[in-house]
């Protein structure tokens, strides 16, 4: 279980103090899918680089499994099963994909079956891919898909992705998408996705909205998805409407 307690962060912009997060607390079950959506800006990637460890709150309280993880680190956070897939991947020239996923895996082989098997639920070809390496050769979204694959090959309790679904092809999207749904029904990971994509956000069994810094609404996306979709042309109907955490 993770729990967030009044975490707040704010930056310096010369003599001003701005507000990224305002005093946010939730709790996410485990073997849940959580969406955090709302708008550009709105603190999503920030709350979710904290409970990574990329970003240190200004205050607050993060509890993973009953642990105090405020001050840990970021290798102290994935060695306890906290995995981050970034926005933009980053690229290791002279480190292969198979060397890539073998290190993410945390073993000291890893069989090419295995490799194919992770690469395949990206959407990728092993053999087009295990000896390249991860660098410019490799489009956005290539790096993208194998970023996922590490960290499918990691296996951590909780694996959250920042919009996994950027510089995607439409059929590499649909397979990330049952990729998904197969972790979640599988019932071994937490799964935190910061996603603007209705397909995505479909499959959560909670979607928090997040803007201005605070949590606007949260609930089951059968609920706040028709809220979205309802008014794409105005302000989003649901972040104007706040709700007390549970």
Request: with cysteine; proline share 3%.
């Amino acid at each position: 279980m993770l729990e967030l307690k009044h975490i707040s962060y704010v930056v310096r912009e010369g003599d001003n103090e701005l507000g990224i997060l305002n005093d946010i607390s939730l709790t996410i079950d485990d073997h849940k899918l959580i969406v955090f959506t709302g708008p550009n800006g709105g603190g999503k990637t920030t709350l979710a680089k904290i409970i990574m460890g990329l970003v240190k709150p200004t205050a607050g309280q993060i509890i993973w499994n009953g642990q105090d993880i405020t001050e840990l680190g970021i290798t102290e956070r994935a060695r306890l099963g906290i995995s981050y897939g970034f926005q933009q991947p980053p690229r290791f020239k002279g480190l292969t994909v198979r060397n890539l996923l073998t290190l993410a895996s945390g073993k000291e082989q890893l069989s090419k079956d295995r490799c194919c098997q992770l690469l395949t639920r990206v959407g990728l070809c092993a053999n087009d891919y295990l000896d390249r390496e991860v660098d410019v050769s490799l489009s956005g979204g290539e790096v993208k898909r194998i970023e996922i694959a590490s960290i499918l090959a990691r296996g951590s309790e909780m694996m959250i992705f920042d919009e996994p679904e950027a510089g995607i092809d439409l059929w590499s999207f649909a397979r990330l998408t049952e990729t998904f749904e197969q972790i979640h029904n599988g019932g071994t990971a937490t799964m935190i996705i910061i996603s603007h994509q209705e397909r995505i956000i479909s499959l959560a069994d909670e979607v928090i909205v997040v803007g201005d810094g605070q949590i606007r609404h949260r609930g089951p996306a059968s609920d706040i998805l028709p809220k979205i979709l309802a008014d794409t042309l105005g302000a989003c109907p649901v972040l104007k409407k706040e709700v007390t955490e549970k």
